[in-house]
């Protein structure tokens, strides 16, 4: 038991009092977000009034969880972290499901905004991303990890990110396809399919070792 100590204010508490109230309960971790996001584009307007001129920020923000989840979102506020937080919302808003053939996409899609648009390419295993700029950050957070993309036509950052979601969310579900039309995924693809993300297959399979001619002769 903790020892009282006699002061002219009354029993005060000992040493072993103090050393129970640090090893008291600890506040418990928060969780952390499955979420990532990838800051596409920021972009500074200015608008002329009569008072003045007056600044804002518009953001466009992709939102995934690398497993198959993405979303964009654009946000505008007088300064820039106000407009990424208005843009990560929307775009948490906007989460759509991509069917998966492994870890790229069943077909080939296009996507349009404006005067951008965007070819999407199922892309065999090993390949990698071949992507660049707002193309590459959307496809990045989805995780889809295998692809081939192609940025046709003209436009602005923002209308390329448009477009690439636009092809994502035109990804046709093969399963439901084929359930429509009264067959099996085998009879309509000739070949079954998996999604690594629904069958928790997320660790990407060992590459074989390459073996040199040296190691041949031993």
Known sequence: MAQERRGPGGPQRGRG???ERRGGPRKEEEPQDE????IVRVDRTRKTVAGGRISSTRVVVAVGDGKGH??????????????????RQRARNTLIRIPLDGFTIPHEVVGKCGAARVM???ASRGTGIIAGGAVRQIIEVSGIK???TKSLGQG??????K????????????????????????????????DPYETGEEAEPKKPVLRTADAEEE
Do not use: C
């Open 146 to 148: 295998d692809i081939l």
């Open 156 to 161: 602005t950052v923002f209308n390329r990110a």
């Open 163 to 194: 477009a690439t979601f636009e092809a994502l969310r035109s990804v046709r579900d093969p399963r439901a396809v084929a359930s429509a039309r009264g067959k099996t995924v085998e009879e309509v693809l000739g070949r079954a399919i998996t």
């Open 70 to 87: 993405v979303g964009i979102g654009v946000g505008k506020a007088r300064n820039a972290p106000d407009a990424i937080a208005k843009a």
């Open 17 to 19: 009092d103090r050393r």
């Open 35 to 38: 979420f990532q996001d990838r």
């Open 120 to 122: 999407l390419k199922p």
